[in-house]
């Protein structure tokens, strides 16, 4: 028992354990299947910002991109659903049966080469995770080497964006353009789009978040993680000290572009298409805004942005579409300037601290025998002992 | 085809690759005070643009309503009001936000992101969904013919005119005036500029505003090319930010020769393949380049 207890407390899993009875027993058990379909849509999202926490919180770069690593996973698993979709016997109506539908509209008669590792399950899934570190590991290994960083890298992340936007929609043919991949319906011939199947499909997307987070708690409480912070505060401290700073930077990168993979290829699986939409600019920055609403610090944190921030958007622009853009700016806007370490900042420096001091307080005076009204406790709580400080990452920011 | 036909297509081609040469750099312009000099990355910037192509829009409603006889001369008055639109903006946008977030610089981009979100429903509620297109004076329709089966159309003409004027008028100011100075010593050295007596905050405030205002006219500029609507600001933003990267961030003449190396890279390879792909193509050139030289084609060589 003490080895879990000192686990836990060592890995920080007790937010963790709370997030996954809210994720696991609590909204399934109060929303309705299209409601918690659309929870697990919103966590495919949380995968996305897991990974900005450690590469932007952690790692101290911003990525504008990281809706190009979720797309990529996402059009992976898509285009392995759409090939099993387009069996010879449902598009014989096609001048070519057996290809998907926008290859024949766009007169190409023959599967791409591009698409042939589609056509197996583990090689779809391998692609899923290691497609975009490909990326991420191009895209990141020649900057950082040359010690670009900050601005430099967020532009042309935001780039890379917009070249793989224009890309997708302009090879019709290939991609499916604007539309994307739709009519995404079976999976080895099981049916993705029965209740049972989206109950199943949200918790193996909630396992694999759970997953996913303890791999990136892991990477923070190694050596790793420690020299992460330490790069961020200090580079060249770090540099001096005979690390090579870049191949840390590298990792991180091509781990949360790994992860973003993972959460786009769920949402092809849960939500049934797939298009360019997800992968652009806009996109890409309101990932990141994910991230900072929960808190760049901390992964829970993290989860708890995308969900809030994704079901207040669709509550509010179902009730007041023309509010919504205003609200959101406003998120922006005040979690930048007040809140900069997001919700889990506010609890580590305001609430818990707080919290502690009004404990000890009731806990003094618990202790102390009852000198005159009992029944009036001291409305301003003194706090007597100075607040311990918790042990979270919250306090060890730039 | 004859000889002199070739000659024509290859002299217009020439010009669409100025007239795009001079957007980029109209683009770029007001971007690389902010963000070039001052290191602000101002996702706004896009919406500035906006706000000066809609002063245009709506200057020409009101002098068509009103004095319909002023018509042909109402154009370069309203590109002043673009100008002192966006400078309101921008300085009310410094004031409220930027100032808090100079020792942040990557959040200024999450709250200029939202700035933008914000200005583009401000449009959408204020002036309407749909993209509109100002009434233009006479004298900017049509082309300009010097011979036989050449046609250099005037709207090009004009925003390239505009174009040297405000990048000489922006060179001028950054070099020869008091502002300049203030601006480059603040850049060089915060505190030490502060220490010289310069009023860093007034000059920040000013710098910020006059890019802004510089937006404005360059959105008023492209409502002569194209239609405006609340997203238009979006769609510049990323070529901007590459304009002015891809030149070296705090070089001004860099952001004129990369403006016009991504105009004739762009508008040659356009010639060869569809307009996506050359896009593709482009972007893709100026990320590599980037990679081998990220801090852009003119670097400035200064110690920190």
């Not at chain 1, 993705?192 to 499909?201: E, H, P, V």
């Not at chain 1, 990136?216 to 330490?230: D, I, M, Y």
């Not at chain 2, 959040?107 to 969904?129: C, E, H, K, M, N």
């Not at chain 2, 000013?206 to 959105?219: E, K, Q, R």
């Amino acid at each position: 028992m003490n080895f879990i207890k000192a686990s836990i407390q060592r890995y920080q899993l007790g937010s963790l354990l709370l997030l996954v009875l809210l994720l696991a027993v609590v909204l399934p058990l109060s929303l309705d299947i299209f409601r918690l379909n659309l929870v697990g849509k919103y966590l495919t999202y949380a995968f996305v910002a897991v990974g900005l926490v450690m590469v932007w919180g952690y790692g101290g770069v911003l990525s504008l991109g990281q809706g190009v690593f979720f797309g990529i996973g996402g059009y992976a698993m898509a285009m392995f659903l759409k090939l099993e979709a387009s069996d010879p016997i449902t598009t014989k109506i096609q001048s070519t049966p057996g290809i998907p539908d926008f290859m024949d509209w766009n007169q190409i008669t023959e599967l791409p080469a591009l698409w042939l590792p589609f056509k197996s399950l583990p090689l779809s899934l391998a692609l899923v995770v290691l497609a975009p570190m490909a990326l991420a590991w191009l895209v990141s290994f020649a900057m950082f080497k040359r010690r670009v960083g900050g601005v430099y890298f967020a532009i042309i992340t935001q780039a890379v964006a917009l070249i793989c936007t224009v890309l997708i929609i302009g090879q019709q043919g290939y991609t499916g353009g604007v539309n994307g991949m739709t009519d995404l319906k079976t999976m080895l011939g099981w049916d993705t789009r029965t209740d049972s199947a989206k109950y199943i499909l949200y918790y193996v997307c909630v396992g694999l978040l759970v997953l996913s987070i303890l791999l990136c708690r892991w990477v923070q409480t190694s050596k790793l993680g420690t020299l992460l912070l330490a790069m961020r505060d200090k580079e060249d401290r770090v540099r001096f000290s005979g690390y090579d700073v870049s191949n840390f930077k590298v990792f991180t990168f091509c781990l949360a572009a790994g992860l973003s993979g993972i959460g786009g290829a769920m949402f092809a699986l849960q939500v049934g298409f797939m298009s360019p939409s997800f992968v652009g600019i806009v996109p890409s920055i309101e990932m990141v805004i994910f991230c900072a609403v929960g808190g760049r610090m901390s992964l829970v944190g993290a989860v708890y942005g995308a969900l809030l921030v994704n079901a207040g958007k669709t509550l509010f622009s179902e009730s007041f579409p023309d509010l919504w853009l205003f609200l959101m700016a406003a998120l922006f806007i005040g979690v930048t300037m007040a809140f900069p370490m997001g919700l889990a900042g506010l609890w580590e420096d305001t609430i818990k601290p707080w919290w502690a001091s009004r404990r000890q307080a009731l806990r003094d005076a618990a202790v102390k025998p009852p000198t005159a009204a009992v029944s009036a406790p001291s409305p301003v709580a003194t706090p007597q002992a100075e607040p311990a400080l918790p042990d979270g990452i919250g306090r060890q920011r730039a | 085809m004859t000889l002199s036909d070739m000659m024509n297509i290859g002299l217009m081609q020439g010009f669409a690759g100025l007239s795009l040469f001079a957007v980029l750099l109209l683009m770029g312009l007001g971007l690389a005070i902010i963000f070039g000099q001052m290191g602000v990355i101002n996702m706004a910037h896009g919406e500035f643009m906006t706000i000066g192509a809609y002063s245009i829009f709506l200057a020409a409603q009101v002098t068509e309503r009103l004095a319909p006889s002023f018509m042909p001369y109402y154009f370069p008055i309203a590109i002043g009001l673009a100008f002192v639109f966006a400078f309101i903006a921008g300085w009310l946008v410094e004031w409220a936000l930027i100032r808090h977030l100079y020792k942040r610089p990557l959040d200024t981009l999450l709250a200029t992101w939202g700035v933008s979100l914000g200005l583009q429903q401000i449009f959408r509620t204020f002036i309407g969904p749909k993209e509109v297109s100002p009434t233009l004076p006479e004298w900017l329709m049509g082309s300009w013919t010097p011979h036989e089966g050449l046609d250099i159309p005037i709207n090009g003409l004009f925003v390239l005119a505009l174009t040297a004027l405000a990048t000489g008028g922006v060179l001028i100011a950054l070099h020869k005036s008091r502002w300049g100075l203030r601006v480059r010593a603040t850049v060089a050295n915060r505190t030490m500029a502060n220490a010289t007596g310069i009023d860093t905050q007034k000059t920040d405030r000013l710098t910020f505003a006059i890019g802004c205002g510089i937006a404005g006219v360059a959105g008023a500029a492209f409502t002569t090319i194209g239609s405006t609507g609340p997203t238009s600001g979006s769609l510049y933003i990323v070529d901007a930010f590459l304009v002015v990267t891809f030149g070296g961030a705090a070089s001004l003449l860099g952001t004129v020769v990369s403006a016009f190396g991504i105009a004739q890279t762009q508008s040659i390879s356009e010639f060869f393949m569809t307009g996506s792909m050359a896009k593709v193509l482009t972007l893709s050139l100026i990320v590599l380049i980037l990679m081998m030289r990220p801090q852009g084609l003119f670097a400035l060589k200064v110690r920190r």
